[in-house]
């Protein structure tokens, strides 16, 4: 599985970004879907994670009623809209994947197999 992020910018807070993540080589539709951030100096750290079928999600508390997490299977995709954002959302956002059970949520970073380039997003105040 290839993954492709992209969307990422630069934005003023309180804007939004829709980030994408495109696979290729293989579908999606049976594989857990994460977006991960890291920046300077710090570890990376999950964002927010969604199962296989969709239903459930995973936010970290920081972006809880800021981001939404989707996935569309039938274009391989899976997107992280970004809403009123700060300063502390500067990173370099990852999407990883990792073959689960339907509703499973991953949340872990060594849980996932694949990973995209990343993609910059940087918030000025």
């Known amino acids: 599985v290839q993954l492709q992020a992209s969307g990422g910018g630069l934005v003023q807070a309180g804007g939004s970004l829709r980030l994408s993540c495109a696979a290729s080589?293989?579908?999606?539709?049976?594989?857990?879907m994460g977006w991960f951030r890291q920046a300077p100096g710090n570890e990376r750290e999950v964002v927010a994670a969604?199962?296989?079928?969709?239903?459930?999600?995973y936010y970290t508390d920081s972006v809880k009623g800021r981001f939404t997490i989707s996935r569309d299977n039938a274009k391989n995709t899976v997107y992280l809209q970004m809403n009123s954002l700060k300063p502390d959302d500067t990173a370099v956002y990852y999407c990883?994947?990792?073959?689960?059970?339907?509703?499973?949520?991953?949340?872990?970073?060594?849980?996932?197999?694949?990973w995209g380039q990343g993609t910059q997003v940087t918030v000025s105040s």
């Open positions: 990883a994947a990792t073959p689960t059970t339907p509703n499973r949520v991953p949340t872990m970073s060594h849980e996932y197999d694949y």
């Open positions: 969604i199962s296989w079928s969709g239903i459930n999600t």
């Open positions: 080589g293989r579908t999606l539709s049976t594989y857990g």
